[in-house]
């Protein structure tokens, strides 16, 4: 157990939907990062946040957006949904930036119909 | 553009036979090169971290080394439960995401 939590552990949902989902970073870390695995891509960095504000960005669709609030935990906002975004969605935190290990949630998969 | 490239994609392995997976690199400044271990449906576990060529970290069985190009995790008699996918991924110095690599599927059979 990494210590991070995601809810929901699953979520199906239809086209066109919005769909939000959430992570709670280890007791400490400041930075959460979200990553889209997909079968065909890999693990691909989506976003990440350090201590409230938005520290770098990956290939982030803009109908999808993040925040982290004051608790530190973070929410991953998906809309107008496609197909293609059905995917496993994780959270993973440090402590700080930089040179730290990132320990990984258990994942959201979506399912988009 | 930072790139990892892993090789096999796939091995299977007897309980007891010892291998080796690649991880080939390409990034303007090494920050960290970290293996990760994912099993079906899981989020990936840390394994470790590496920051400079020649330097060597184990974890009972496993053993990681780097170079200037490349990392290997080496497995040493390994056990059905080290059947997982095993992931590579760099970070560079311009950043603080993770670059991942497609991963090696590792089976050991009994």
């Known amino acids: 157990d990494s210590g991070v939590t995601q809810t929901p552990k699953h979520l199906i949902t239809a086209t066109g939907q919005r769909v939000t989902l959430r992570c709670s970073p280890r007791s400490g870390d400041l930075s959460v990062y979200w990553y889209q695995q997909s079968l065909d891509q890999g693990l691909q960095f989506l976003i990440q946040?350090?201590?409230?504000?938005?520290?770098a960005k990956g290939n982030i669709l803009e109908r999808f957006s993040a925040q982290q609030f004051p608790d530190l935990h973070s929410e991953l906002n998906l809309s107008s949904l496609e197909l293609g975004d059905s995917a496993l969605y994780f959270c993973?935190?440090?402590?700080?930036?930089?040179?730290?290990?990132?320990?990984f949630g258990p994942g959201t998969r979506l399912t988009v119909t | 553009e930072d790139q990892v490239t892993q090789s096999p994609e796939a091995l299977r392995l007897q309980e007891g036979e010892s291998s080796s997976l690649n991880c080939s690199y390409t990034?303007?400044?090494?920050?960290?090169l970290f293996w990760y271990r994912q099993d079906p449906g899981k989020g990936p576990e840390f394994l470790f971290t590496?920051?400079?060529a020649g330097e060597e970290k184990e974890k009972e069985r496993l053993k990681a080394t780097l170079t200037k190009k490349e990392s290997f995790l080496h497995i040493t008699a390994p056990k059905p439960e080290d059947s997982a996918t095993y992931l590579c991924?760099?970070?560079?110095?311009?950043?603080?995401?993770?670059?991942f690599g497609t991963g090696t599927r590792l089976t050991i059979i009994p």
């Open positions: 991924a760099v970070q560079d110095i311009g950043n603080e995401k993770l670059t």
């Open positions: 990034v303007s400044g090494l920050r960290g």
């Open positions: 993973a935190s440090s402590v700080a930036g930089g040179l730290y290990e990132q320990y």
């Open positions: 946040y350090y201590n409230g504000e938005e520290r």
């Open positions: 590496l920051y400079s």
